[in-house]
């Protein structure tokens, strides 16, 4: 089996669907079904339905340590299978997968893949109106049935409504207070609401920049709906016409760029810089002493506010960039890109 590839692994080795009754059972004596495959690659899909099972795999990981042994899938975040990072550290490494990304569905049209999201049955239906239903049916999925697998008992209304309620708030520093009024939530079940969100990577919250600078920042943080489908159906924008003519194009398409962006750049520590006087920049990279940052416009004749330059000028990054719908990349002047999405 080692020289085997890993996808031919995959193709040979058992894979459990833990949904399915009769795979579940197969794990009714876990200890002798590993024994049986200890020399294959195992793989669990929806591994959050049986978190008890981490016990068990640690004592065997340790029996036998061979990097690739187990591939664990499940929809939840590592967060939500806590005892995977009480047994497992050490032991286990984690891959984000996201819906696909702009850099990774080059055969599909740019504007074709933000309005659908990057869900395979959204992003290939054979028409807009497909997709749209598809995240529907996708939605009321997750609210009625995906959010309850996870032991959370969060009515569906509630939840669907506060999901659409963030759709509005795209992009914008969070005012909790405010948010957890319209929403009819206190703010402590508000934070618990949206932290499920960001944890089954509904959401994504992006922090202000930490810098010691003679300037007023705001601190508050901004919100982001991950998938840009997700987004527009929540919005109730079926198309690329009804998105260019929304009040909420260019925050939709600052959040399109940023996830691409960060998933480009693992390593980096990403955030935004606001002073109180309105001066913004969309995206800061950090690593180390190094910085790169973004601006996101939605044009063809991108221009940067004076206010970027000033911020430019404060932290001195070592590349500037402003993406927009621009056909090839040209510089703007001496220390800034414009590039396409």
């Not at 940023?258 to 980096?268: C, G, R, T, V």
Request: proline share 6%; net charge neutral.
């Amino acid at each position: 089996m080692g020289n085997l590839c890993f996808k031919e692994r995959i193709f040979l080795s058992p894979c459990l669907d833990l949904q399915d009754r009769q795979d579940f059972n197969k794990l009714n004596e876990p200890e002798l079904f590993l024994e049986m495959h200890r020399n294959t690659l195992v793989c669990l899909d929806e591994i959050q339905r049986l978190p008890n099972f981490f016990s068990v795999l640690r004592s065997d990981i340790d029996r036998k340590r061979h990097p690739g042994r187990f591939l664990i899938l499940g929809s939840a975040s590592r967060d939500m299978i806590r005892q995977s990072n009480e047994t497992l550290a050490g032991r286990i490494a984690y891959v984000d997968l996201t819906p696909f990304l702009s850099f990774e569905v080059t055969r599909v049209d740019w504007r074709q893949h933000w309005i659908r999201g990057g869900f395979p049955n959204s992003l290939l239906s054979a028409t807009d109106e497909d997709s749209f239903d598809w995240r529907m049916d996708f939605v009321r999925t997750f609210l009625e049935r995906d959010i309850p697998s996870l032991g959370f008992f969060i009515p569906a209304p509630s939840m669907g409504r506060l999901w659409r309620l963030l759709a509005h708030y795209h992009g914008q520093p969070l005012n909790f207070h405010k948010l957890a009024e319209s929403a009819d939530l206190s703010v402590p079940t508000l934070k618990k609401y949206m932290s499920l969100l960001e944890q089954t990577y509904m959401i994504r919250i992006l922090l202000p920049m930490e810098a010691n600078l003679k300037k007023r920042l705001v601190k508050a943080p901004k919100m982001y709906l991950r998938d840009s489908g997700i987004l527009h159906y929540l919005l109730d924008i079926e198309t690329i016409d009804q998105l260019l003519s929304h009040g909420s194009n260019g925050a939709s398409f600052e959040g399109y760029c940023i996830e691409s962006i960060l998933a480009a750049m693992p390593k980096w520590r990403p955030s935004y810089f606001r002073t109180s006087a309105g001066a913004e920049i969309d995206l800061v990279m950090q690593k180390g002493n190094e910085c790169i940052v973004f601006e996101f416009k939605l044009s063809k004749a991108p221009k940067p506010s004076r206010g970027f330059h000033e911020i430019v000028k404060v932290l001195n990054p070592s590349a500037c960039y402003v993406v927009a719908p621009v056909d090839a990349p040209f510089a703007c002047n001496s220390t800034t890109t414009i590039t396409p999405p």
